[in-house]
């Protein structure tokens, strides 16, 4: 909403508020606009568009000041309407509020604006329009700002950046001790592809991951989800080209560059990597992947895995975060291809005899380390508030008759 951008603007003004300018006596209540039966004047313009200057905000223009108005008419409105009424004790305290983001007790911050030619009144209707506005939209939509979990858990997924993102095929093959020599073998020769088709193949008629049906292409994928001992071999990879074979728990792993970008789009890093791995005998019989398809149908979140368990020894289920580079390769590397509540069932543990149900529960972006979940909630909250203010705002318009003058 334009009062959170306004006093965002307070912190780092400095209060370098412009001079006085003289206004015409002539005129100052011609009128400049009519909102419905509501009248801007002449003289609110000039006193609106230099507070907003004052603030350093945007829209510090004439016109800007005359769009604000006609906004602040419209909710004056609403609130009027909906029979809100503000106690002088609230109107202080926001008054005092609005000051203190400048670090300056309502009265002197008003000393400051009179010096810019700009009225307490000016000030005092602002902050009161917006106070009332907010509480009509709490009133009206707060019972539709219910937050979930799982929101709250992408929220702490995301973050901001640039960097690289890969295109890459994957073969990862079961390896039981058994079969150890010939699959090495095997991963040799698959490791000399020279094309994508070649590799793809191999893909299809060897791999154990759910990428086989597409002859083990992967989407696109930012180089930093994926696990930190494996992004230098990938960076030093051109296109076309294969990893040596990675041996990893029961398997060995390959993969193949296709392409290479640089991207200003979101490229996160996180600090903290959460999932559950649910252990099925039987390997990967026909009788462990039934299985696993059974789960996978009962189970949209990790807690959901809690039910499946339940009566079990408790070494059928392990749930874990860790920092990316204390997952183990063959489990990071899963992950990096899940999605909250994504499920891979490549990889096997007990010398191939269990196999590994991992679902993926969550990351936290580093950069929301520090951030509690009370703290995404009340973020999501009010951005969503905000959405749906700028919703009726524009209905209000649409609705309104308004003539400019």
């Known amino acids: 909403m334009n009062l959170k951008r306004l006093t965002c603007s307070i912190a780092v003004l400095g209060m370098a508020l412009l001079a006085s300018t003289p206004v015409a006596a002539q005129g100052l209540y011609t009128p400049v606009a009519k909102v419905n039966q509501m009248v801007v004047t002449e003289f609110e313009v000039q006193q609106r568009q230099k507070f907003l200057q004052a603030l350093n905000a945007p829209g510090a223009t004439r016109e800007g000041a005359i769009e604000s108005l006609i906004d602040e008419r419209l909710r004056n409105e609403a609130v009027t309407k909906s029979g809100i009424e503000l106690s002088a004790e609230t109107i202080d305290q926001s008054l005092s509020e609005f000051a203190g983001r400048a670090n300056l007790s309502t009265d002197e911050f ?3 604006l009179e010096q810019a030619g700009i009225s307490r009144e000016t000030f005092r209707d602002f902050v009161v329009n917006s106070i009332g506005w907010r509480e009509l939209i709490r009133g009206l939509y ?11 858990s992408r929220a702490l997924g995301s ?6 993102r890969v295109l890459m095929s994957e073969i990862i093959i079961p390896a039981p001790p058994q079969d150890a020599a010939r699959i090495n073998a095997l991963a040799e020769r698959i490791s000399q592809s020279k094309t994508a088709a070649e590799f793809s193949n191999y893909a299809t ?3 154990a991951t759910a990428s086989r049906g597409n002859g083990g292409r992967l989407d696109w994928q930012n180089l930093s989800d994926l696990p930190p001992s494996l992004q230098p071999l990938v960076m030093g990879l051109a296109p076309g080209q294969v990893t040596d074979p990675l041996p990893i728990p029961n398997a060995v792993a390959l993969f193949q560059m296709r392409d290479i970008q640089e991207t ?4 996160p890093t996180y600090s903290a990597i959460e999932y559950a791995a649910y252990y099925i005998p039987g390997g990967r019989s026909q009788a462990g992947l039934a299985e696993a398809e059974r789960v996978r149908a009962r189970v949209d979140t990790c807690d959901d895995l809690y039910g499946v368990a339940k009566g079990k020894p408790v070494s059928v289920l392990d749930r874990e975060t860790k920092k990316p580079g204390e997952i183990p390769q063959d489990i990071a590397l899963e992950l990096s291809k899940l999605d909250q509540g994504e499920v891979s069932t490549a990889l096997t543990r007990a010398n191939g005899q269990s196999l590994v149900f991992l679902m993926l529960c969550g990351r936290t972006a580093s950069a929301n380390e520090s951030a509690s979940r009370d703290d995404v909630i009340n973020v999501l909250r009010q951005e969503r508030l905000s959405g749906y203010a700028d919703q009726l705002l524009e209905q209000l318009r649409a609705n309104a008759r308004i003539v400019r003058k």
């Open 205 to 207: 008629k060897y791999s």
């Open 264 to 267: 200003n789009a979101p490229a």
């Open 142 to 152: 707060g019972s539709r700002t219910q937050i979930t979990d799982a929101e709250i």
């Open 110 to 112: 008003v000393k400051r």
């Open 159 to 164: 973050t901001r950046g640039s960097g690289v």
